[in-house]
C-alpha cells in the first residue's frame, strides 16, 4: 500500500524536510505539502526587508522551484491536526489525510501576557511583517523632525531584535532619517545566555550605530505611544517591535499530543506521542538530554535531514535515526556589519579566536545562507541571491 505523507509548513522545518523526503521516498509514497504561502522565506534574512523591500526577491523561493513534480503542494492554512481521524484540518479547503504527518509549522510571538503589547506592536515572523515594519518606520520618519525625532522601540534583544536594530540603524543612515532607536532588554545583557564575548562585540556594533540600549528592566505595559517598565521611566514610541520570544502555533492547541505551549514534545528521534505524528523545528520540543534543542534556524535545517530520513525508515519498518543538536557557531549581523563566535571548521572557516568580525564575519553570514539556499534550490539561485544577504 502507497503511504500518504504529509508535510506541514514551509520554513526551514518544512522546506528541509520535503527536500530530504523528495530524495528518500521514491516512489513508495505520495508526499503533499501544506503551508500558507506558496514559497519559502529565508527567515533569518527576514531582516533586510526592513531596510530595503527589493530584497524580498532576493529571499524568497516559490515552492514549485523545490517541490517535484510528483509532490502535491495545497497552499491553505492548517487550522488542526485530527490525531483519532488522522486528517490535517485546513481554513478553505477539505480536510487532508495522512498515513504520516511531518509538523513544521514554526512558531509565533508569545507576548507574556504583558497589557497591551499584542495590540501595540509589530513582530518579525514573516515576510508581510518585515514589510510592514519597513512602511511603519518609514511613515514615522516622514513626520518627524531633527527636533522631534521618531522613536522606534525593539522589545527582547535576542537575534531577531538585534539584527531588526541595525537595519533601522542602515535604513536611517541611508535616507538621512530622523530616528532615535531603542533596543530593549528585560534581562541583564543583551543576546542573553550567550558568552560574554559575543554580547560585549554586540553591543560595541549597535552603540557605534547609534542605538540606545536599556537592559534588566522588563516591559510591564504598552500602550499606542509609549512603553511602561518595572523600574525605569516610560518610553515613548512611535513604531514598537516586538521580538521577545515565541509560542507554539494555534492550530496544535487542540491536537491530542503531548506539549506545551502548542509546541508538541518529541523524542530525539522527532516521533510524538502518536508514532504516525513527527514534529520538527519551532513547531517541536526535541529531547536532547539536559535541555531541548535550540528553536533557532540552524537546529531546523540539521534536524530536517534526519526527520525526512527517518519518516522513510517508519514506512519500511526500519529502526529510526535519533538525532544530536550539534552548535556549528554563531553569526549575527548588524546592519551590514556582522559578529561571528565559536564558529566550527564544519562551516568552512577556523580561525585560532573565537570571536571575530569584519568581513570575515560579514562573508560567513552571507555563505552559511547562500548555502542554504543552494540545498533547497540551486547554487545559481544562490548566487543571484548574493548582493542581499
Known amino acids: 500500500m502507497t503511504e500518504n505523507v504529509v508535510v506541514l509548513g514551509a520554513g526551514y522545518a518544512g522546506t528541509g524536510a520535503i527536500n530530504k523526503l523528495q530524495s528518500e521516498l521514491g516512489g513508495n509514497a505520495r508526499l503533499t505539502w501544506i503551508a500558507d ?4 522565506l529565508v527567515l533569518h534574512e527576514a531582516h533586510r526587508v526592513i531596510r530595503d523591500p527589493d530584497v524580498r526577491s532576493d529571499i524568497t523561493f516559490p515552492t514549485t522551484q523545490i517541490a517535484d513534480p510528483s509532490t502535491r503542494f495545497i497552499q491553505d492554512e492548517v487550522t488542526g491536526l485530527d490525531i483519532d481521524e488522522q486528517v490535517v484540518e485546513l481554513a478553505d479547503g477539505d480536510d487532508v489525510e495522512y498515513d504520516y504527518v511531518l509538523v513544521g509549522l514554526g512558531s509565533q510571538t508569545a507576548y507574556y501576557g504583558i497589557p497591551g503589547l499584542e495590540e501595540h ?4 515572523k514573516s515576510l508581510d511583517d518585515a ?4 512602511e511603519a518606520v518609514s511613515d514615522a520618519s516622514r513626520d518627524a523632525t531633527r527636533g522631534e525625532p521618531a522613536q522606534v522601540v525593539i522589545g527582547g534583544a535576542g537575534l531577531s531584535g538585534i539584527q531588526t536594530a541595525g537595519e533601522i540603524a542602515e535604513f536611517r543612515d541611508e535616507h538621512r532619517a530622523p530616528i532615535e532607536i531603542h533596543l530593549v532588554e528585560a534581562l541583564e545583557e543583551i543576546f542573553p545566555g550567550n558568552d560574554p564575548e ?9 552603540e557605534e550605530a547609534g542605538v540606545q540600549i536599556h537592559t534588566d528592566d522588563p516591559i510591564t505595559e504598552a500602550t499606542a505611544d509609549h512603553i511602561e517598565f518595572d523600574e525605569g521611566e516610560p518610553l515613548d514610541h512611535d513604531v514598537l517591535v516586538w521580538t521577545g520570544g515565541i509560542t507554539g502555533r494555534d492550530a496544535m492547541g487542540n491536537a491530542d499530543l503531548e506539549k506545551e505551549h502548542n509546541r508538541v514534545n518529541t523524542g530525539a528521534n522527532f516521533q510524538t506521542s502518536d508514532e504516525c505524528v513527527f514534529a520538527i523545528g519551532d513547531s517541536a520540543i526535541i529531547d536532547q538530554g539536559d535541555q531541548p534543542a535550540p528553536p533557532t534556524a540552524q537546529a531546523a535545517w540539521q534536524a530536517a535531514e534526519v526527520a525526512g ?14 538525532w544530536e543538536h550539534e552548535d556549528k557557531g554563531t553569526v549575527v549581523s548588524v546592519g551590514e556589519k556582522a559578529v561571528a563566535h565559536d564558529v566550527k571548521p564544519a562551516f568552512g572557516i577556523s580561525l585560532p579566536v573565537d570571536t571575530f568580525g569584519g568581513l570575515p564575519a560579514q562573508n560567513l553570514k552571507k555563505m552559511i545562507a547562500a548555502r542554504w539556499i543552494a540545498d533547497v534550490t ?4 544562490a548566487r543571484k541571491s548574493w548582493s542581499s544577504l
Open 121 to 124: 506592536s509589530l513582530t518579525l
Open 131 to 134: 514589510l510592514e515594519i519597513h
Open 309 to 322: 530520513e527517518n519518516i522513510a525508515r517508519a514506512i519500511e519498518n526500519r529502526p529510526l535515526r535519533t
Open 378 to 381: 540551486s547554487w545559481n539561485e
Open 198 to 206: 559575543i554580547q560585549q562585540a554586540l553591543r560595541d556594533l549597535l
Open 37 to 40: 504561502v506558496d514559497y519559502h
